[in-house]
C-alpha cells in the first residue's frame, strides 16, 4: 500500500515511501493522507512557477500534519510547532543535514493558520499556500462541513443564517466558518502563483456559500 501511494507523490516516490507511514496519526478525514496528496500536487504546481529546494518542499509537505490536534484541543495553535518537531527527529534519523531539517521544520512551523507565524523561506511560503489552497474552493468547503460534523456543530441558525442580529460562531455553526476564516484566506498567499489559485478556489466558495443559503431560504 505505501509504494503504491508513494507513487502518487512522483517525482519525490522514494522519499514519500520513507514518509507515509509517518505523515498522518489519528482518525481525522479532513487531514489524512489524502489531504497531503492534495496539498503535494498544490504544492508542486507552484514550485513548477516559483522554484525552491523541491526535496525540502516535498518532505515539509508529508510531515506539515504528522502530529494530529483536533480543532477545538487548548493545543491547536501548537500543533505545527509539534509537528516540526516530530519530523527534525525523522529526518534526522534518515540522515539528513541539520540545515535541511532546519528548512523543513521552519516550513512546517509556520504553514498553520492557527500558528499566526509568517513564512520567511520560499519553501515555507510554498508549503502555507499549498495548504491554504486546500481550504478553500469545493474541497475546503467539503472539509468545513465535515469538521463541524465531527465537533458536533449545527450547519447553521435556522433563524439567522446570515449573522444579521448574532455574532458569528462556527463552533455552533458551520456556514459561520466561511465569514469567519474561509473568505479571508485567499488575500494572504505568499506566492504569485498561489494567489492565482486562489483567487479561482475563492470565487468558487463563494459560489458554493451562495447556493447553500439559496437552497435552505427558499
Known amino acids: 500500500m505505501t509504494l503504491s501511494l508513494a507513487a502518487a507523490f512522483a517525482p519525490h516516490e522514494a522519499l514519500a515511501a520513507q514518509l507515509i507511514p509517518h505523515a498522518a496519526e489519528g482518525d481525522d478525514g479532513s487531514h489524512d493522507i489524502a489531504h497531503i496528496l492534495r496539498v503535494f500536487k498544490n504544492a508542486m504546481r507552484i514550485h513548477a512557477k516559483e522554484g525552491g529546494n523541491g526535496n525540502v ?11 494530529a490536534v483536533e480543532k477545538n484541543s ?6 505545527s510547532r509539534l509537528a516540526a518537531e516530530k519530523a527534525s527527529k525523522i529526518l534526522d534519523e534518515l540522515g539528513w543535514n541539520s540545515d535541511e531539517i532546519d528548512a523543513v521544520a521552519h516550513a512546517i512551523t509556520t504553514h498553520s ?3 499566526n507565524l509568517s513564512p520567511e523561506t520560499l519553501e515555507a511560503k510554498i508549503l502555507q499556500d499549498a495548504d491554504r489552497l486546500d481550504a478553500i474552493g469545493m474541497v475546503g468547503a467539503a472539509r468545513c462541513f ?3 460534523g465531527r465537533m458536533a456543530s449545527g450547519l447553521y441558525d435556522p433563524v439567522d443564517p446570515l449573522a444579521r442580529e448574532r ?13 469567519i476564516k474561509l473568505f479571508k484566506l485567499a488575500d494572504g498567499f505568499q506566492t504569485v502563483a498561489g494567489r492565482e489559485l486562489a483567487a479561482e478556489r475563492h470565487e468558487r466558495l463563494k459560489t458554493i456559500r451562495d447556493m447553500f443559503l439559496d437552497e435552505i431560504e427558499g
Open 113 to 115: 493558520f492557527s500558528a
Open 74 to 79: 487548548p493545543l491547536r495553535a501548537q500543533a
Open 167 to 179: 455574532a458569528l460562531d462556527d463552533k455552533l455553526y458551520a456556514i459561520d466558518h466561511f465569514e
Open 57 to 67: 518542499l516535498a518532505a515539509a509537505v508529508l510531515l506539515h500534519d504528522c502530529v
Open 146 to 148: 465535515y469538521i463541524a
